[in-house]
């Protein structure tokens, strides 16, 4: 079981952003997906979620109308992004990608079974 994130980087405030999250090793065609970040001396906290098959989306209050994400889903491989727009530095962060069995949106990352590392966010103002 394998999840791998990218596409970090640093930016500048007002600039985008495209997160990938590649998933294999299971059938996580069937998996809700879930991201998370976590900043320097805070608490992890979710961001975006999309149920297994893409139809429902659920995001966190501070980046609704920024953020959004999907998922294709290969056959042996699944992969959901995470599109990140009008970036400011409240949005520094190692982001990670979570998988949950549930199949539909989740908040919470007790609901998630897989966890892949995480790419760093960094946004300068």
């Known amino acids: 079981v394998q999840l791998q994130a990218s596409g970090g980087g640093l930016v500048q405030a007002g600039d985008s952003l495209t997160l990938s999250c590649t998933a294999s090793?299971?059938?996580?065609?069937?998996?809700?997906m879930g991201w998370f970040r976590q900043a320097p001396g805070k608490e992890r906290e979710f961001v975006a979620a999309i149920s297994w098959s893409g139809g429902d989306t659920l995001y966190e209050e501070f980046v609704k109308g920024r953020f959004t994400i999907s998922r294709d889903n290969a056959e042996n491989t699944v992969t959901v992004y995470l599109q990140m727009n009008s970036l400011n530095s409240e949005d520094t962060a190692v982001y990670c990608c979570?998988?949950?069995?549930?199949?539909?949106?989740?908040?919470?990352?007790?609901?998630?079974?897989?966890w892949g590392q995480g790419t760093q966010v960094t946004v300068s103002s």
């Open positions: 090793g299971r059938t996580f065609s069937s998996y809700a």
């Open positions: 979570a998988a949950s069995v549930w199949g539909s949106t989740r908040r919470s990352p007790l609901e998630y079974d897989y």
